[in-house]
T-cell receptor, first 111, second 113 residues
């Protein structure tokens, strides 16, 4: 099964609202990363949070990490139509040389 | 900088044909990866490389081979294509291990008929 699982699988909100996506994982990690994928394009790295960090901000993005619950959340504030995309979490597992990606959350921002 | 460039962008193969997908990066990254993306399956790692001349198997390596003869290039080969290999293939690179963000190419959409 996937190391990282996003919830919900799909989310539809109105422009200007906040969007929250969650990611759960199973094993100990060094870091957790979030990526965005616009339709038909490659993934774009958004933010990385290390296992010893609890919260990180980047512009309108806020990521939290709870290692005791093995979960992370991505908050996008004041959403825009351009935020419509799929969002993936990826975990850097301790001792591994690669990231493991979840199945993604498809976010739709309605004008 | 171009980042990560994948060629070709689209390809249709007949069952049994072979092809090579090329990934080139100009960021002097050590690590390179090949993923496939299928609906409902997320990204699955096929093979990866931790440096020039090295390769390793990922989650779904069967039916694929790779080579990293030069640091900047990572080739993915399909020796005898099967319909199950219809997918979108993404190459990615990173500076060092999984402690850094990946830079992805724009993908190759492959259809095997």
């Amino acid at each position: 099964s996937q190391q990282g699982e996003e919830d919900p699988q799909a989310l539809s909100i109105q422009e200007g609202e906040n969007a929250t996506m969650n990611c759960s994982y199973k094993t100990s990690i060094n870091n957790l990363q979030w990526y965005r994928q616009n339709s038909g394009r490659g993934l774009v790295h958004l933010i990385l949070i290390r296992s010893n960090e609890r919260e990180k901000h980047s512009g309108r993005l806020r990521v939290t990490l709870d290692t005791s619950k093995k979960s992370s959340s991505l908050l996008i504030t004041a959403s825009r139509a351009a935020d419509t995309a799929s969002y993936f979490c990826a975990t850097g597992i301790q001792g591994a040389q690669k990231l493991v990606f979840g199945q993604g959350t498809r976010l739709t921002i309605n004008p | 900088n171009a980042g990560v460039t994948q060629t070709p962008k689209f390809r249709v193969l007949k069952t049994g044909q072979s092809m090579t997908l090329l990934c080139a990066q100009d960021m002097n990254h050590e690590y390179m990866y090949w993923y496939r993306q299928d609906p409902g399956m997320g990204l699955r790692l096929i093979h990866y490389s931790v440096g020039e001349g090295t390769t390793a198997k990922g989650e779904v390596p069967d039916g694929y081979n790779v080579s990293r003869l030069k640091k900047q290039n990572f080739l993915l080969g399909l020796e005898s294509a099967a319909p199950s290999q219809t997918s979108v293939y993404f190459c990615a690179s990173s500076l060092d291990r999984a402690d850094y963000g990946y830079t992805f190419g724009s993908g190759t959409r492959l259809t095997v008929v």
